[in-house]
């Protein structure tokens, strides 16, 4: 549970493009890739979602699927992310047997909680600024760095990150990525954002 995480958006990602945006992005250095979808059903989605996760695995990416634990399992996907208002992790652990990720927002309690009710890591967010979720609550990175020396899973930051502020989560395993990765050139975004990341 590491690396550079990218996330889908129906605007950035459209589609009917979206197959070409994550070859570019694995071509970067992309290690896990997030479904996002907030407005189709699970049946509209479900043929691109089994789509998705046999091209992640053909390509070593951790394919993960928000919020929705019934897709999950039935598209094969390795990984599931759930929130504070999604589906209990207890019973997303009985049901789902791939990696599971919970949103902790700016609450070292969730965070020490999901760790303690099996999580498998914790996403705090926003960190910056985020044009995607413009009024999420922000988190400092004096809790990201708190969170680190307490937590025994991996952390995943959100929010507002690129190439000029990536270099300020060295501490976590995972930098997850919307805006930053999908505008523009996605693979020297992705490159660069490497780059940046764990340079001195």
Same mark, same amino acid.
């Given at each position: ?23 570019? %992005? ?6 896990? #890739? ?6 189709? =059903? ?10 998705? +996760?046999? #091209? ?6 951790? #394919? ?7 897709? %999950? *399992? ?6 599931l ?12 652990k009985?049901? #789902? ?16 909680k ?8 914790? %996403?705090?967010?926003? &960190?910056?600024?985020?044009? =995607? ?8 990175l004096? =809790? *990201? ?11 995943c %930051? *959100? ?19 919307i ?6 050139? &996605? +693979? ?13």
């Amino acid at each position: 549970m590491q690396g550079l995480y990218g996330i889908s958006d129906e605007i950035l990602t459209p589609y009917e493009r979206i197959f070409e945006l994550l070859e570019s %992005a694995i071509k970067g250095g992309l290690k896990i #890739f997030q479904l996002r979808d907030k407005t189709h =059903t699970d049946k509209e989605i479900l043929d691109l979602a089994i789509a998705l +996760a046999d #091209f992640c695995s053909q390509n070593g990416v951790l #394919f993960v699927i928000n919020d929705r634990i019934d897709l %999950a *399992i039935e598209s094969g996907a390795g990984g599931l992310h759930i929130g504070r208002e999604d589906c209990a992790l207890n019973e997303a652990k009985i049901r #789902f047997k791939g990696k599971i990720g919970i949103s902790c927002y700016d609450s070292l309690e969730l965070a020490y909680k999901a760790q303690e009710d099996g999580a498998d890591y914790v %996403a705090f967010g926003a &960190v910056f600024d985020s044009k =995607t979720k413009p009024n999420a609550k922000k988190v400092s990175l004096d =809790t *990201i760095k708190k969170a680190k020396q307490t937590l025994k899973i991996p952390i995943c %930051a *959100i929010g507002g990150i690129d190439t000029n502020n990536i270099h300020l989560l060295k501490d976590v395993e995972m930098v997850a990525v919307i805006g930053g990765l999908w505008k523009g050139n &996605v +693979a020297r975004n992705a490159r660069m954002m490497m780059e940046h990341w764990k340079e001195d």
